[in-house]
């Protein structure tokens, strides 16, 4: 059984948004903030804070997932991304560990 991550990446100003999906939540937040894709979305949109994510058992629900969130407007989550956390500060700390379960 593989974990899977649901996430929200900004810019400095929180213009753009970008919702992914990954197995691996801390190594894929480094690659980001790390430009390890120079072409990507989120390099050239410099979305390197993370203010959102959910864990979830199997990659697979947390694929359903963002899903869901993508669909939804942009409202929709500024909203979720408030309610957990309306400072919008970088959540990188707090996942640095969050592989250990697994």
Known sequence: MKPGFVYIMTNKNHTTLYTGVTSNL????QQHKETYYEQSFTSRYKLYILVYWESFQ???????????????????????????NPEWRDLTG???????PF
């Open 58 to 84: 199997e990659i697979g629900d947390a694929i359903f997932r963002e899903k869901q969130i993508k669909a939804g407007s942009r409202q929709k989550k500024l909203d979720l991304i408030n309610s957990i």
């Open 94 to 100: 707090d996942i640095e560990n969050i592989m250990d």
């Open 26 to 29: 801390p190594k894929r937040v």
